[in-house]
């Protein structure tokens, strides 16, 4: 790398954008959200997710997210629209830039624990994603993820273990 050439691993001003992967993980009417622990955006609520893995594919990447994350398995029914997400700083330049690939998957058991990468969790209906702080475009890809379970014609996860709590 040449001296002030941009760091292509470099998180913060990232000389390329970053391939992310997250999950939604949807149990009857509810939907499992984590507060994020770092920045950007720390204290925002979101999917569990984080960046792909060299030769990982992108529903490997979430289910792995979801465990280092909350500890929970999951079923992915499939992927969603990508999300796009570019902070920039005063200047207008690209502060952050990431590109992250959600997936929708069933609750399969168990309860979330907040990791090292969350503040904390909670089980929220689409109605009450909408009053919270989140990422942006979140609300779109939880319709999304809910129409593509209803689309299956099973909601396997409100099956599984009853009523979920926030």
Avoid: C, K
């Amino acid at each position: 790398m040449t001296a002030g050439a941009p760091d292509s691993d470099s998180r913060l001003f990232p000389a390329r954008p970053f391939v992310g992967a997250s999950i939604a993980v949807i149990r009857g009417d509810r939907v499992l959200l984590a507060a994020r622990a770092n920045e950007p955006m720390r204290g925002v609520w979101t999917l569990p997710g984080g960046l792909v893995e060299a030769g990982e594919s992108l529903a490997a990447a979430a289910l792995r997210e979801l465990s280092e994350e909350v500890g929970l398995p999951a079923e992915v029914i499939g992927v969603l629209s990508p999300t796009e997400i570019i902070v920039r700083d005063e200047a207008g330049r690209a502060r952050h830039h990431y590109v992250v690939h959600p997936h929708a998957a069933l609750w399969r058991g168990g309860e979330p624990v907040a990791g090292p990468e969350a503040l904390g969790t909670r089980w929220a209906t689409l109605a009450e994603v909408a009053t919270l702080p989140t990422t942006p475009g979140l609300v779109d890809t939880l319709r999304e993820a809910f129409a593509r379970v209803a689309a299956q014609g099973t909601d396997r996860a409100a099956t599984t273990g009853g009523e979920a709590t926030a």
